[in-house]
């Protein structure tokens, strides 16, 4: 069954040159846009209390501090879901399609281990961490989060599988911090 999906998706890419430099965009590059707009969010949120907005506060620093915390648990969680995905690639050695499918070529190359995604935990756990936090930005977070976990597997670069272990490592890590 995870050939089948993977094959449903895969099928998308190799089609036209603009969709496949769409499909690298959000594989790619799209992640960085997505930290920083995370950043952004957690910094310049205004909560409940008036008068907590960074720019607009009479001590800056003060209010940047009393907002360490979420992005401290935000990125925390975020870094961590990472190296445990990392560790997990090195306890399973699972090959990505590319190498692990006849006539499968990735639109980018990739050289570790595919399970389980590092990119999905990492952006599994962001979007989970500031849901805890955030509710409709955490949504939109984890919208993104699926959008760069599609984009990996229409790319070739990892099997629906990968993903899907990639976020439910990422989404167990942001539960396990926000609750320490």
Known sequence: MNNE???FFYNLAHRADLLDKLIVFFAV???FIVVILAGLFLLFHLPA????EVLKAENPF????EKKKEILV???SSFL???????????????RPFLALPNISSLFSES??????????????LAFSIFFLHKKAGYIFMFFALLIGLARIIAGVHFPIDILGGFVLGALVAYFVKNV
Request: charged share 5%.
């Open 5 to 7: 999906f993977f094959f």
């Open 29 to 31: 590059y799209f992640p």
């Open 49 to 52: 209390q008036a008068g907590h």
């Open 62 to 65: 003060r209010v940047f501090l």
């Open 74 to 76: 935000v990125f925390f």
């Open 81 to 95: 879901a990472y190296f445990l995905s990392s560790i997990l690639k090195f306890l399973f050695h699972t090959a």
């Open 112 to 125: 570790s281990f595919a399970f389980p995604s590092g990119h999905s935990a990492f952006f599994a756990a």
